[in-house]
């Protein structure tokens, strides 16, 4: 075989170019480490540090999310031209580093290749895939961007300039290759050099061999290509390929380890107060590290916004572009101006129902809800740009003890009435309970969601469950979190859980997913919890699966589909119980969007207490996806999506109902 550096001499390759490598790679360092310097300036602030504590687990994430890129794959179209592009583009770099190995290390050291034989064409055959992977990806994505057939994805002229910039390293690169391909492998490499060799057949058809002819044209072509590569490399950092360093290394490796739904509690909140302070995030400066770390690792792939269901009612908020607005201020050195209403308007964050929908398809692993979350902090304590509804719903709680403002009274008539007719325990201290049943504001004064306490203890006694409810009960708190005051829900669970220790259980029960979330997750961020938390949807499987309650299909005549809750399904994975009791009563017909994917109702997030009055009723939304299955009754297992639904239901001729009921009814 022809040796490599004896062909090359033709296109003065490695003679008199070979330095431009190292002068240009040398300066275009610069502006990439200073640009990674800029944005640790950005991020760091006030002392603050990332955070190296499990290691191991730490990168086991970045492997599985940020190289692995799992939450891209999937999704049908948008998955496919990741992938390919991924794998393309890891290709190519496999290429070029074992490239550089054999030039600059093997041949100038040890004057011999390892990239021959087999081993060279196997080397080509992968080299060869990858270029064309990378140009189908490119083209896939310049599609989606003409033909906007992916709502809400940027087509701005940066977009498009990278696209291109890639395509012409991809195109240039193989022209080169098949030059080299011409000079010196022609008469034995062609299966394997697939566009290589047939570039070199069309070099051979206009300049046979006449090498030196073509050596201007491939001193060009090679500075071209040389240039956008190391170039486009060097300017990573202030273009959205930036994503790949901060969200798929940085961002998956330091993303939180806590549960997603655990949001994070407020520091020295007492302090704060005392010192004036806002509570939450007014500036860009309030923001944590890693929540700015966020700002930078969004890639503008809309696959939140897309998913998000304010969005897609017509709602202000577009999850994408608030990370983007925030990304702007931050790197505009804003940090110490007043976010809402100067830079962000109100109605985006109150527009969210906290469903999570983004954080679940973000495949940078950015947490837009608890920045949105931390927006709300700040301008309820300033007493700012807060919905007056949603004042008066932390103001009922604090009042009476309920969201509502219901007299406390009409629980204490309920409970009784539930002791009287159906048996069940009022708790008593000293005795033990298996479980503890935590009725839940909804339950304690919508008369619709009484029936569902109704179904659930009928169905426990019957099985002979050890539960009791309690005698005294105030919110959880949840609502006061979700709109923002964070300094009642802390006080409200000191009183709850001070409660709850008077009396000795095993398990508490809830029916709202909320409440679960908030008990399980939110309530250890502030105190120690010593119980055990379950959903009824999960104890009635239980029962189901140990023979402790008996079903008869003949008693449900109508098919039925399920609504998964957001707090239920996304947030903390509770997806196969509530299936699995529905099928052994009735039909199931699916929905398009269901469990980790499930289409929000509407209710979370303050939205059952206030409603923007801008496009369409999300939960309207999701009525008409219930209606399109074909199903008689819409079955779910939270109180909130049952009243945001069932407000829906009758304009499409469904009846809503919750999973307790619809066993109870089938149940012997």
């Not at 022609?186 to 290589?196: N, R, T, V």
């Not at 009396?503 to 010593?530: A, Q, R």
């Amino acid at each position: 075989m022809t040796d490599f550096f004896e062909g090359i001499k033709y296109f003065v390759f490695v003679q008199n170019l070979s330095f431009l490598v190292y002068l240009f790679t040398i300066i275009g360092a610069i502006p990439f480490c200073y640009g990674v310097y800029r944005s640790h300036k950005l991020w760091i602030q006030k002392g603050e540090f990332y955070s190296f504590d499990h290691f191991w687990l730490r990168l086991k994430r970045m492997i599985i999310y940020g190289i692995g890129n799992r939450k891209v794959l999937h999704q049908a179209q948008g998955g496919l031209m990741h992938t390919i592009l991924y794998i393309g583009i890891m290709g190519l770099f496999l290429a070029t580093i074992l490239s550089g190995i054999q030039l600059e290390i093997t041949m100038r050291f040890f004057h011999q290749e390892f990239l021959v034989g087999p081993v060279y064409l196997g080397f080509k055959l992968m080299a060869n895939i990858a270029g064309i992977l990378v140009i189908i990806g490119i083209l896939i994505a310049l599609y989606r961007r003409i033909t906007r057939s992916y709502p809400y994805l940027p087509t701005t002229l940066e977009d498009y300039l990278i696209l291109i910039d890639l395509l012409v390293i991809v195109i240039t690169g193989f022209i080169l290759d098949g030059a080299n391909t011409w000079y010196y492998r022609l008469p034995w490499i062609d299966h394997y050099d697939l566009i290589g060799y047939e570039i070199a057949l069309w070099l051979k058809s206009i300049y046979g061999y006449n090498y030196s002819a073509f050596q201007g044209v491939y001193t060009v072509i090679w500075l071209i290509h040389i240039n956008l590569a190391i170039w486009s490399v060097a300017f990573i950092p202030y273009t959205k390929f930036y994503h790949m360093i901060v969200g798929g290394l940085f961002n998956t490796f330091f993303s939180r380890l806590e549960e997603p739904s655990a949001f994070k509690p407020i520091k020295d909140m007492d302090k704060k107060i005392e010192e004036g302070k806002a509570l939450g995030a007014v500036t860009i400066s309030d923001f944590s590290w890693k929540q700015r770390m966020d700002f930078d690792a969004c890639v503008k792939c809309a696959r939140c916004t897309n998913a998000c269901p304010a969005n897609a009612s017509g709602k202000p908020l577009s999850p994408m572009n608030l990370i983007q607005t925030l990304k702007v201020q931050m790197h505009r050195g804003n940090f110490n101006g007043k976010l809402i209403p100067d830079v962000v308007f109100p109605q985006v964050i109150w527009s969210c129902t906290t469903c999570g929908a983004c954080v679940e398809e973000c495949p940078m692993l950015i947490h837009h809800v608890e920045t949105i979350l931390d927006l709300r902090r700040g301008v309820y304590s300033l007493g700012e740009n807060t919905p007056s509804e949603l004042q008066q719903v932390t103001y009922n709680i604090m009042r009476v003890g309920n969201p509502y403002g219901y007299d406390p009274m009409e629980r204490k008539k309920f409970i009784d009435k539930l002791s009287t007719e159906l048996g069940v325990e009022i708790a008593q201290e000293g005795k033990e309970y298996d479980y503890i049943y935590w009725l839940g504001c909804n339950a304690s004064y919508d008369p619709n969601l009484q029936k569902v306490a109704y179904s659930l203890l009928r169905i426990l006694k019957k099985a002979g469950v050890n539960v009791a409810i309690l005698p005294d009960e105030i919110c959880c708190g949840e609502p006061a979190r979700r709109i923002g005051d964070e300094y009642l829900f802390r006080d409200i669970a000191g009183k709850t859980l001070e409660n709850l220790r008077k009396y000795n259980f095993k398990k508490l029960l809830v029916s709202c997913p909320h409440g679960y979330n908030n008990f399980k997750k939110e309530y250890p961020l502030y105190f120690d919890i010593k119980f055990d938390v379950i959903h009824h949807s999960q104890l009635l499987n239980q029962l189901i699966s140990e023979g402790k309650i008996n079903v008869n299909r003949e008693k449900i005549k109508y098919s039925v589909t399920y609504h998964d809750p957001c707090y239920l399904a996304r947030w903390n994975s509770v997806t196969e119980e509530p299936r699995n009791v529905i099928t052994k009563v009735t039909e199931l017909k699916e929905m398009n969007r269901i469990k980790n994917h499930t289409f929000c109702c509407g209710g979370g997030g303050g939205g059952a207490f206030y409603d923007i009055k801008i496009g369409e009723r999300i939960s309207k939304l999701r009525i008409k996806e219930a209606a399109s299955t074909g199903a008689n009754k819409v079955v779910v297992a939270c109180p909130f999506c049952n009243i945001m639904l069932r407000a829906e239901a009758p304009e499409y001729n469904l009846e809503v109902i919750d999973l307790a009921q619809l066993l109870d009814e089938a149940s012997e």
